[in-house]
């Protein structure tokens, strides 16, 4: 797995300081466009939405909010299921992609589609079929049973399990492609041994490939954890935080209070997870920049 | 040829009953869409799995402008295709840049730098969304093409740095070391070993970042509200506020959409797979 590491200052710091003087300035000069940007818009924006997001008012007032409340314990339940159901399936299909088998790699060219594609129009593509009066499935379970199908989107429980699907539809690609290069990367011969000693496919996976995995899987899990608290697409195109205001997550309801123009509320209400989101940044930080 | 054995086939037909469900899995949404942009309007609410009269008439007026909604489609999806490209190659520029002053001039405080351009990749782009909205209020570039942009570049850059910087250590330094000796310029080292040798990785971070900005639906919409000023996904977007939006006509549209991002990830498989996903996490 390992990508080579790098930033030994060693190799190359003695002959800079004697004859380099030139290339520092244009190190300097060549690095200022994005500094620039970094100071404009990351800092700026977030010095200034923290100063926005002072007052122990705004708190008070998300506290009282029942729908902060329902947006942090959606979000939790989207973390928990929606992650930890995608890395399992993930970590279960890039064992089958890393068959070696001519239709399988067929079927993986197709597999990444999700990834590939927009996720506005293929999530409004699935907000239709699941449209209670004019949808395919609904059309579908009346032509069969003669019956009315459920309301789908407009059941909370229902609506967030479908929001959780479309993440997992739309991501799942991504980490299976992940993980199957580090399963592809564990050496063969291993597997060969164990077969030779009659071990099962659950020993194999349990002696030979979880142990060189699992570094890989958890940090995956955290990676996908960040950005699934960012993924604002899947609910919003799906329910629009609907029925009712009962299925937003954090990423969309900042968007919420920014609409109904309580731009404080709506800084505090990303503020209350940054105590979350920070950790796990600062993890993956020093994971990749060694 | 041999004949399978029996548990060749039992393998086999293990393999089919995983493969069938993960293929129809992924198709469902897209064939979905796909199957409204081919049908028309009578048969689109049939509940059909083919249209009896398959049809293109829908693109058609889609590519014509012919339905109230779309008469600025051309105008939207042109300001897409200038916004993808102005922030692909605007990330390009500003990571290559500070890729090479940090990894091979070793400007003094760049592992700061890199830091704080990784801190901010990590932070979900919907948490930036509100201040970067009200940032760009202030400098004045709300409805202006170029808020979106930056704001695509800002997000972008990070992870366009640590890939190409990623890539660049990989190089000798004995080449920069040979060249400054034979007399060149830091200038002609950037020009003509520097970009030369990355070139797969730049391949990799333009595209990265093209369909970054060709895909974001968030940003785009808080940014830009004027119907000739806003991009596709946005368009579509505002599709969904009205009752009797035209289905068929909007899976077409999404479907055109969907397009361009397809056939350059597919296009451009080989670099995406080996400079990205690979760099994306390691162990």
Redesign the interface.
Known sequence: ????L??D?A???PP?SAR?T???V???V??A???L??L???V???G??LW?ARHPASYVALYHDPIFARAAVNTLIFLLVGINLKMAIALF?SG?FA?Q?T??KW?S??????W???????I???R??FNPE?G?VN??I??FTAEDGPNWLNDPTVALAMAIGVHI?KSL??WT??LM??RLAISHDLYEAAEVDGATWWQKFRFITWPSMQ??YV??TL?SM??T?????SV??LT?GGPADLTHVL??L??R??RLDQ?SL??AS?VC?LPF?LP??YF??K???R | MKLPTLREIGTEAKLLLIGIPVLIWTLVPIYHMFLFAISPKEDAFSGKLWPTHPTLNNFKIVFYQEHYFLRDFWIQFFNSVVIALSAGALTLMIATAAAFSISRLRVPGGRWVMNLALFTYFIPAAFLAVPMYRTMGNYGLLNNHWSLILAMVTIASPYAIWVLKQASDKLPVELDEAATMDGATTLQLFRLVYVPLMMPSLVAIGTYAILLAWNEYLYAFLLLSKDTEITLPVALGNFLAADDSPWELLMTTGFIYALPPAAIYYAFKRYMVGGLTAGAVKS
Do not use: E, H
Request: charged residues 5%; hydrophobic residues 60%.
């Open positions: 797995m390992a990508i080579t790098s930033g200052p190799i190359a710091s800079l380099l030139t290339p520092q244009w190190g300097i060549l690095l466009p994005y500094i940007v970094f404009a818009f990351v700026y924006p977030v200034y939405g926005l299909l089958f068959q088998r239709w399988i079927l060219v197709l597999f990444i589609l999700p590939a594609v927009p996720s506005i129009p293929t409004l593509s699935v239709f079929m004019w395919v059309q579908l009346f032509k539809w690609p991504f492609l992940i290069t580090g570094t890989l940090t995956c990676l960040i950005w608290l960012g993924d604002f697409n919003y195109l629009g990423a969309t900042g968007i209070y920014l731009l709506a800084m990303i997870a989101v796990l940044v993956m930080m994971r990749l920049s």
